[in-house]
């Protein structure tokens, strides 16, 4: 079974969230990551295990949003999941985004 990380994925959260901050900013708030570090990862390329784990933590997701098993073909319904799709959209207006995600609040606390 292999397994991947759709550093995509991490790399579109990461730029949302981040926003109009400069690199330097959030590397403080993150705490351990450089800003070169960061230009990367926002590069699509794939982060070391410490720096995954800090990203995760910043973005206030699962590490298993990013993972990407080969072995199964079977869409994942986890509001993490779709949530952490939706940030990294970058077709849609930030502001159908939010939206978007609110409803989806609503609807997983019912």
């Keep these: 079974m292999a397994t991947t990380l759709n550093s ?9 969230k981040r926003g109009k901050k ?5 590397s403080i708030e993150i705490g351990g990551v450089s800003p070169a ?18 990203l995760c933590k910043w973005l206030g997701t699962s ?10 073909t079977e869409p ?14 970058r077709e849609l ?5 939010q939206m978007l995600l609110k409803m989806i609040d609503m609807a997983y606390a019912k």
């Design 8 to 16: 995509s994925l991490l790399a579109g959260m990461l730029k949302e």
């Design 22 to 26: 400069v690199l330097r900013e959030v």
């Design 37 to 54: 570090t960061l230009s990367r990862v926002e590069q699509g390329k794939v982060p070391d295990v410490d720096t995954f784990i800090k």
């Design 63 to 72: 590490s298993d949003t990013f993972i990407i098993n080969h072995a199964t």
């Design 76 to 89: 994942s319904s986890n509001k993490d999941f779709i949530v952490a799709h939706l940030r990294a959209e």
């Design 93 to 97: 207006e930030p502001t159908t985004v």
